[in-house]
């Protein structure tokens, strides 16, 4: 009979339905057990639909049965770890902040920063009255994005002041340290610094506040979501298939903190050339839309990959507060649009009917 690594290494002929890679280099096949009985092949498909699910069971199911002395072949699917309920008492409306997104992303480098800034900028030319909140401690990039260089003072109740531009207040532990000196914290400390960023500083009446979560779906983020009270989150990913794991591990973490996922939002999804106005796939196309109908989560949009996006932001100008007309601009706008919807609809959903 075969062993399990000749059975994994067989496994990887089966493609991800819909995707170019494999179902092993995915991660979903947990474990390989070969018994008298039989072999036993344990999945783990994390928020598949169930049609999906049954397509790669069946899949697996018939080449395993392929190899010479397999009587039974047994399929065990784990199912996605249950939502856990917030810790009680933590998670206290802050006083003056009607709503509060979640940025997040599985990974670091897709441009996650750059997203929470210019969709926060998108939110306030909607007409709201924003806050940005940078919770990425190991790497705070907003002071450069959005050129702050004020260090934050605080009011006659202690309260620290918020820098503001382009129309939205901000908080970033970059205001608070020199340039490129590098943050090492543990757990504990980084958890009281940004309690402290939701708690202590004076946001004022806002509509949204926008917090930017660290890459990652660790305990950090985890507990970062769990201190504030989350209207919902948004997952930024990039257009590659080898995305699907991330985002998925951005959705368990919402799930875990029951916060709605608001959807997904792909960025650097194509480049149009400056000269003949082609378009150019470079890293695939339609990734983040497949992604979010696997999941059953809504698909926001498509930022394109183009060089001023990147140049605005090193200069501190966003392209949402540079050239509000452009064509990212506008992507972001419509992303803004159609959160903003979503969070008005569930609103209206939860209200109680009167009879």
């Not at 075969?2 to 474990?31: C, H, M, N, W």
């Not at 800034?117 to 705070?140: E, I, K, T």
């Not at 260089?149 to 908080?171: C, F, V, Y």
């Not at 196309?285 to 605005?312: N, V």
Request: glycine share 10%.
């Amino acid at each position: 009979m075969a062993t399990p690594q000749e059975i994994l290494e067989d496994l990887k002929q089966i493609k991800y339905p819909g995707y170019t890679r494999d179902i092993v280099s995915f991660g979903i096949v947990r474990d390989i057990e070969i018994a008298t009985a039989g072999i036993t092949v344990t999945l783990s498909p994390g928020g598949a639909r169930p049609e999906v699910v049954e397509e790669i069971s069946a899949a697996v199911r018939e080449r395993v049965r392929a190899f010479s002395g397999v009587q039974q072949v047994e399929i065990v699917v784990q199912q996605p770890e249950r939502p856990r309920p917030a810790a009680p008492g933590r998670r206290a409306d802050i006083p003056g902040v009607r709503r509060i997104i979640a940025v997040a992303s599985g990974k670091g480098g897709v441009g996650k920063s750059t997203v929470a800034v210019n969709f926060a900028l998108a939110l306030r030319a909607l007409g709201y009255s924003v806050g940005l909140l940078d919770a990425d401690v190991y790497g705070p990039s907003v002071p450069l994005m959005l050129g702050l260089r004020d260090r934050p003072g605080t009011g006659a109740d202690d309260r620290i002041q918020p820098i503001e531009r382009h129309g939205i207040k901000a908080i970033s532990l970059g205001l608070f340290i020199g340039e490129g000196q590098p943050v090492i914290w543990r757990g504990p400390m980084i958890t009281k610094l940004l309690t402290q960023f939701l708690r202590e500083v004076d946001w004022g009446q806002l509509d949204v506040l926008v917090l930017d979560l660290p890459p990652g779906t660790g305990d950090a983020q985890l507990t970062i979501a769990q201190q504030a009270p989350l209207s919902g989150g948004l997952i930024v990913t990039t257009p590659q298939d080898v995305a699907l794991l991330d985002v998925q591990r951005g959705v368990t973490m919402f799930n875990q903190v029951n916060t709605p996922v608001l959807g997904v939002i792909e960025n650097m999804s194509y480049h149009v050339c400056s000269g003949c106005g082609a378009r150019a796939d470079i890293f695939g196309h339609g990734g983040g839309a497949r992604m979010a109908a696997e999941m059953g989560i809504p698909f926001l949009g498509e930022i394109p990959l183009e060089r001023r996006l990147r140049e605005s932001m090193d200069a501190g100008e966003p392209i949402v507060a540079a050239a509000p007309d452009s064509a990212e601009s506008q992507a972001f706008v419509q992303i803004a649009r159609r959160v903003m919807e979503e969070l008005d609809q569930r609103a209206d959903t939860a209200l109680p009917t009167v009879h």
